[in-house]
């Protein structure tokens, strides 16, 4: 079998979803229907095998992206192999779905039938937008009572904009899901309690409404599909062979959604998503040659194991046997033996140990190709985001972007004998996620530990107890807020002049500043015929970025473009230094000059409470400075969409329950930066 056939025949796809959406349930169930695993673990029971972790098994929450491989190969068809990875679904551990989506081709997004579309739903779904990953959805949890699959459609346009194509139709109303009308098809498929799967023809009596539904979905598909559409207009009969080749090509181009229903714990319509997984989900060769740099220059790398060297770093684990570094090949081929070079590192590496990952299981491999996920075992200093490229050619791929911190709080060591195994463990937890900073207050030497919520912190200290047996005791909590600019101002000049005696020093720059929308920072050289050499342009950055870590709020300052407009050197006192120190001072009176506003983290609030406690939560949620954006009435219950600042929701969580006597619950989820009331 040549490569491209191989290749053609792998898929590597994520499960997304909001919390309790059935995700891992839905995981161990794929596993097992394709012989990976011959024995169903349950979340509840902390047996599934994804959630490995003790604190995953405990608290019955996916916390870190786990990785599984399997085969599966639907009837007619060749044997696939599908890499699947299982992501978090509470939003304080975003940076798991994120990295996981930058290095996938596809993704499956599971959504309750009960519950629609929720708030996390829609910033994963987001997510997997931004990277182009082509997705298919799984209507899960059609076996309880008040599943309504037509209601997800509707939320799949009107939330997600998304233009959702139903592959069938369920049988059975309010929760007894009782089979599938397969539209592609033209089956009943039914399923027994095993989970075994029986189809038949759609029979005589039946036809006629299932084929309206058919037309229905032809006319969806054809409306994206030139080939389609010219065969429907033609009047040419449409086998499933040609319907399915137009729906794949309508997924991969991102113009519409298949969409399936089941219900994972019953092991219903799990054998028609893993078909719908390989015909409608695409292959690394089905995926677009990703951008890279090389020799400073744009490139772009396709899915070609005989090309240069390009892999990616997108995840850091600490296991028992030890650290795991997991790869993404997109170009050439990763072998052991190999030294490669290390992008953020700038130094090279030898690569000892390459295994394929199921789980917190490995089995060594020799070789990994363009469009395999795998990982390298033993390397303790792998940074997440960096690029591996051979030695003799260094080739750069986009890095991954975490969200920034929004929350720390003040960490100690019970014990002083514990202070290094302290310091050994966040270094350890720092490593694998992005998200999590550590860094020491510079006014009282306190370790301040920066997360993006309440649990995302919680978990880490749990992590620390558990994994490095280090009992810790946390401080108050500590908001990210941040600074910007209130106007532009032009014309600030920073100046550095050391003459007398010793080695001098010297160095004028001078900026115009202006305020950016976006939050982000950018600097921009617009001197020119030299007036300011490149290796001093690239200092004064480097003093730019180092004022603006600290404003005078005493926060970083974001949202500014600075601008060097004007310079002078001096041909023996003129360094690095010296730029460095003349920009920071620039900046400084530029700040001082203009003031700054405060920002502080607001978040959106979705609580989920009883009708009869509507009134109280509203009025609890105003009282902390929130705005209610969206009421939804849904008889006995009612969803509340709001915004509220950060500050103002600590304990938030413990505080409804006591509200609603534990009726309610939220999920609070990072909206953005805004003006801080009051300043």
């Known amino acids: 079998m040549n490569t491209r056939t191989l290749l053609s025949r792998w898929r590597n796809i994520g499960v997304i979803a909001h919390i309790d959406a059935g995700k891992t349930t839905l995981t161990e169930r794929l596993l097992w229907a394709s012989g990976a695993i011959h024995r169903i673990g349950e979340v509840h029971d902390g047996e599934a095998t ?45 940076i798991e779905v994120e990295r996981s989506l930058r290095v996938l081709d596809g993704a499956v997004a599971v959504f309750s039938a009960v519950d629609g579309v929720q708030p996390q739903s829609e910033t994963v779904w987001h997510q997997a937008d931004r990277h182009g990953v082509p997705r298919i959805a799984f209507v899960n949890k059609m076996d309880r009572p008040g599943a309504d699959f037509e209601r997800v459609l509707t939320q799949l346009r009107e939330k997600l904009d998304a233009q959702p194509w139903p ?25 027994n309690e095993a989970g075994d799967t029986e189809r038949t023809d759609w029979s005589t009596a039946d036809a006629a409404s299932y084929e309206g539904a058919r037309q229905r979905l032809i006319e969806a598909v054809a409306a994206h599909d030139d080939l389609l559409a010219e065969a429907y207009i033609n009047e040419q009969p449409i086998d499933d062979a040609m319907l399915r080749a137009a729906l794949r090509r309508g997924v991969l181009a991102g113009l519409g959604v298949p969409v399936l229903a089941g219900s994972a714990i019953r092991n219903k319509g799990i054998d028609t998503l893993l078909d719908a997984v390989v015909h409608y989900l695409p292959s690394p060769l089905d995926r677009p040659s ?67 990952v199921q789980a917190d299981r490995t089995q060594d491999v020799t070789q990994a190709v363009a469009g395999e996920i795998v990982a390298i075992l033993g ?28 929350l720390s709080w003040r960490l100690s060591a019970q014990k002083a004998t514990d202070l290094i195994k302290l310091g050994q463990g966040l270094a350890a937890l720092a490593q694998e996620d992005p998200s999590f900073r ?111 870590a600290e404003g005078p709020r005493g926060y970083p300052v974001v949202g500014i473009t600075v601008r060097l407009v004007d310079g002078e050197t001096h041909a023996v006192d003129s360094s690095d230094l010296a730029f460095q120190r003349a920009a920071m001072e620039a900046m400084k009176t530029a700040l001082a000059r203009v003031g700054t506003t405060l920002l502080e983290p607001v978040m959106t609030v979705a609580i989920d409470t009883p009708a009869t406690h509507l009134g109280d939560v509203v009025g609890d949620v105003q009282r902390r400075n929130g705005r209610v954006a969206a009421i939804e009435d849904k008889g006995a219950r009612a969803d509340i969409l709001a915004l509220a600042p950060l500050a103002a929701l600590a304990g938030y969580t413990t505080a409804l329950r006591s509200l609603t006597q534990g009726r309610a619950q939220a999920s609070v989820i990072f909206h953005g930066y805004e003006e801080a009331s009051g300043q």
């Open 50 to 94: 994804t959630d490995f972790s003790d604190i995953e098994r405990r608290r019955g929450i996916t916390i870190g992206a786990a990785a599984v491989r399997l085969d599966w190969m639907p009837q007619g068809d060749q044997p696939h192999r599908l890499t699947l990875i299982d992501t978090p679904g509470h939003i304080d551990f975003a």
């Open 379 to 406: 390397w303790k200093d792998a940074v997440s985001g960096e690029t591996l490229s051979a030695s003799t050619l260094p080739i750069t791929l986009e890095t991954i972007h975490a969200q920034p911190a929004v």
């Open 438 to 548: 550590v860094e020491t207050d510079t006014d009282t030497g306190e370790t301040l530990a920066w997360g993006m919520g309440e649990l995302h912190l919680e978990v880490m200290v749990e992590r620390l107890r558990n994994e490095w047996n280090v009992e810790v005791r946390t401080g108050t909590p500590r908001v990210a807020y941040q600074e910007t600019p209130r106007a532009a101002v032009h014309g600030v000049e920073g100046k550095v002049v050391k003459r007398n005696g010793g080695v001098g020093q010297f160095a004028r720059v001078v900026f115009d500043i202006a305020p950016r929308e976006d939050g982000l920072n950018t600097f921009e050289d617009r001197t020119v015929g030299g007036m300011v050499p490149k290796a001093f342009v690239a200092a004064t950055e480097k003093g730019v970025r180092a004022a603006l």
């Open 167 to 191: 592959l069938g139709l369920p049988l059975g109303s309010d929760g007894a899901f009782d089979g599938w009308v397969d539209l592609v098809h033209r089956t009943i498929v039914r399923w």
């Open 290 to 356: 990703i951008r890279a740099e090389r020799n400073g220059e744009e490139t772009w790398l396709a899915a070609d194991p005989d090309g240069p060297l390009a892999a990616l770093v997108f995840k850091i684990a600490h296991q028992a046997h030890g650290p795991v570094t997991y790869v993404r090949v997109y170009s050439g081929t990763l072998r052991v033996g190999d030294t490669v070079w290390r992008s953020r590192q700038e130094s090279a590496r030898r690569i000892g140990r390459l295994a394929i």
